[in-house]
């Protein structure tokens, strides 16, 4: 039954959602449990697997959100109706801020001390649904061009730092640039993901949904060329050390750091060269993705068919799992409930990436059986709510 519902969509829209699911949360459980407290992508102190690790996580939100948009696209198609589809991205939109401030913040903080609050990749998703929502009544050119110019000029904009101690200066932390904003006394909110480029990156994978409508040789061919042609972008801008990027690459003690330095590219927000190096292979892939069967191809799809309830259930799972290993070894247990502590150092707690990507193992082998589950809920049952999960 799954793979008979699977096989009228494209497989590998799933598939490499599913992917990039999988190693998202591996990246929570590097949070939650390593012992390395440092940035992992300073080469000055990150060995090779601990930047590794990180890195290969810098995957998840670029696709996850220009998938978003690419499902949007082929969703909506379906609609003869424009108002009914733009309605449809501005309640979803919507009900993901409000995910992103309750559901969300509590799985990741487990209190409800809101003088510490985090806005991360759902609300930047919400905040592209809304204006996505907006953007479907221009032509398909525009919104395509609205999407390219965000991608490719908004590294212009690096030149403009405020301080959040002004009004206009806390709303332009929200638009572009990353960091906390002070209000109140000891109150925060941290931004870190702003909306710009992220509108521009979902705005394009919408685009991008028309070239998965083609045949499948038409199909192939285009995501090779597009997905080269990124890469070549990549490859070529990063070179030049001219644009694209706040911290330009610089030669290390050995070729292999070198090439560390070269794919160290700056998330928040995503550089130009960030998402080029992370769209690119993700694009090039889908048609050997699409050819995937048997259990690999079944696994993947089934986090692919439900990312939001994935996503909500992996941080609650993850984060209850330190909180218990916590409380087992007698270490105390605000460890992971104080909002000061969650992502500090912790006397007696932490543990090498040998034992992270146990945990990891174990926390999506934990998660399958539920996703399955509820991936058989949607395939079966057509309510309007389960769209919105």
């Not at 829209?13 to 390593?34: E, P, Q």
């Not at 395509?144 to 806390?170: K, R, W």
């Not at 994935?310 to 104080?338: E, K, N, R, S």
């Amino acid at each position: 039954m799954v793979t008979s519902a699977v096989n009228n969509r494209i497989r590998s829209v799933d598939i490499l959602r599913g992917i990039v699911m999988v190693i998202m949360a591996l990246d929570h459980t590097r949070d939650y449990f390593s012992n390395f407290h440092n940035n992992p992508t300073n080469l000055t102190v990150a060995s090779m697997g601990m930047f590794l690790t990180r890195w290969i996580t810098h995957y998840c939100a670029p696709v996850f959100v220009f998938l978003a948009g690419t499902s949007a696209f082929l969703s909506l198609s379906k609609k003869n109706n424009k108002k009914e589809a733009s309605l449809f991205l501005l309640k979803r939109g919507i009900w993901l801020l409000i995910l992103e401030f309750t559901v969300v913040r509590f799985g990741w903080m487990f209190n409800m001390d809101y003088t510490q609050t985090v806005v991360q990749v759902i609300w930047a998703i919400g905040w592209s649904m809304i204006f996505l929502s907006a953007l479907i009544y221009l032509p398909f050119r525009g919104i395509l061009a609205v999407g390219l110019v965000m991608i490719f000029g908004h590294n212009l904009l690096d030149m403009i730092q405020t301080e959040a101690d002004t009004p206009s200066g806390a709303l332009w932390y929200f638009i572009h640039q990353s960091g906390f904003i002070q209000y109140n006394g000891n109150s925060s909110v941290f931004v870190i993901y702003p909306i710009i480029p992220w509108i521009g990156v979902m705005a394009t994978g919408y685009c991008f949904g028309s070239i998965l409508q083609q045949d499948e040789r038409t199909r192939n061919k285009q995501l090779y060329l597009l997905g080269g042609t990124t890469i070549l972008f990549f490859l070529i801008i990063r070179a030049t050390k001219l644009y694209g990027d706040p911290a330009p690459w610089e030669p290390q003690e050995n070729f292999s750091r070198t090439v560390l330095s070269f794919i160290n590219c700056e998330k928040y927000p995503p550089s130009l060269l960030y998402l080029l190096m992370t769209l690119g292979p993700a694009i090039l892939i889908m048609p050997l993705l699409e050819k995937m069967s048997g259990a690999a191809g079944r696994f993947f799809i089934v986090f692919g068919r439900v990312p939001m309830f994935y996503y909500i259930l992996h941080i609650y799972l993850v984060h209850a799992m330190a909180l218990v290993w916590c409380v087992m070894q007698g270490l105390p247990a605000d460890y992971f409930t104080d909002g000061n502590m969650i992502f500090a150092p912790k006397q007696g707690w932490g543990y090498e990436l040998p034992v992270v990507y146990m945990v990891w193992i174990l926390a999506i082998l934990l998660l399958y059986v539920p996703c399955r589950w509820f991936m058989y809920i949607k395939l079966n049952h057509k309510k309007w709510w389960l769209s919105y999960i």
